[in-house]
T-cell receptor, first 114, second 110 residues
Framework: DAGVTQSPTHLIKTRGQQVTLRCSPKSGHDTVSWYQQALGQGPQFIFQYYEEEERQRGNFPDRFSGHQYPNYSSELNVNALLLGDSALYLC?????????????FGPGTRLTVT | GQQVMQIPQYQHVQEGEDFTTYCNSSTTLSNIQWYKQRPGGHPVFLIQLVKSGEVKKQKRLTFQFGEAKKNSSLHITATQTTDVGTYFCAGRNYGQNFVFGPGTRLSVLP
């Protein structure tokens, strides 16, 4: 049973560029949440996708957008990258159908903006 | 908006000593979760509490949810070097997303 997978593992981008991060949820899960974790801090909620729609959104600008596909996989897009966007981006899957709210995190994508 | 705080920020213990981290929310929570993140790793789900005054145990770990559902604690008995990591609580208000605390970083000296 595959867990949550994310790609790429690491990424280096230049300020102003755009980036797309990808996530495949745990088998049987239908909900994907994205978090940003700066060094030494707790994960900050970006948004959550369920049934291919953004259901909840945290306090992040419109430069952050996402998508969920029919197979439940998800993408996080960040436009006009800023130095402050450098962080570990975590994807967490859960099952809305089960209503358990247990979140399983992927290994994350380490984004460095120079 | 909802805020979640944790104390202490850091804790250094000798192997075999006990450890406790506390989590406080600015609002009443519907449920609270605890995660452990090893250095260089990702958060790993430990447990979820939903009932007022609930106490759950996992081997040497004891989790409590306050009567008012605004605070929680994680207690580790007789720490081991494998307990090293950062412990996060994440609280959820009804219908809202989970808000993570800043974490408590535990180091265990052998």
């Amino acid at each position: 049973d595959a867990g949550v997978t994310q790609s790429p593992t690491h990424l280096i981008k230049t300020r102003g560029q755009q980036v797309t991060l990808r996530c495949s949820p745990k088998s049987g899960h239908d909900t994907v949440s994205w978090y940003q974790q700066a060094l030494g801090q707790g994960p900050q909620f970006i948004f959550q996708y369920y049934e291919e729609e953004e259901r909840q959104r945290g306090n992040f600008p419109d430069r952050f957008s996402g998508h969920q596909y029919p197979n439940y996989s998800s993408e996080l897009n960040v436009n006009a990258l800023l130095l402050g966007d450098s962080a570990l981006y975590l994807c967490a899957s859960s099952s809305m159908a089960e209503g358990s709210y247990e979140q399983y995190f992927g290994p994350g994508t380490r984004l460095t903006v120079t | 908006g909802q805020q979640v705080m944790q104390i202490p920020q850091y804790q250094h213990v000798q192997e075999g000593e006990d450890f406790t981290t506390y989590c406080n929310s600015s609002t009443t929570l519907s449920n609270i979760q605890w995660y452990k993140q090893r250095p260089g790793g990702h958060p790993v789900f430990l447990i979820q509490l939903v009932k007022s005054g609930e106490v759950k145990k996992q081997k040497r770990l004891t989790f409590q949810f306050g009567e008012a559902k605004k605070n929680s604690s994680l207690h580790i008995t007789a720490t081991q070097t494998t307990d090293v990591g950062t412990y996060f609580c994440a609280g959820r208000n009804y219908g809202q997303n989970f808000v993570f605390g800043p974490g408590t970083r535990l180091s265990v000296l052998p």
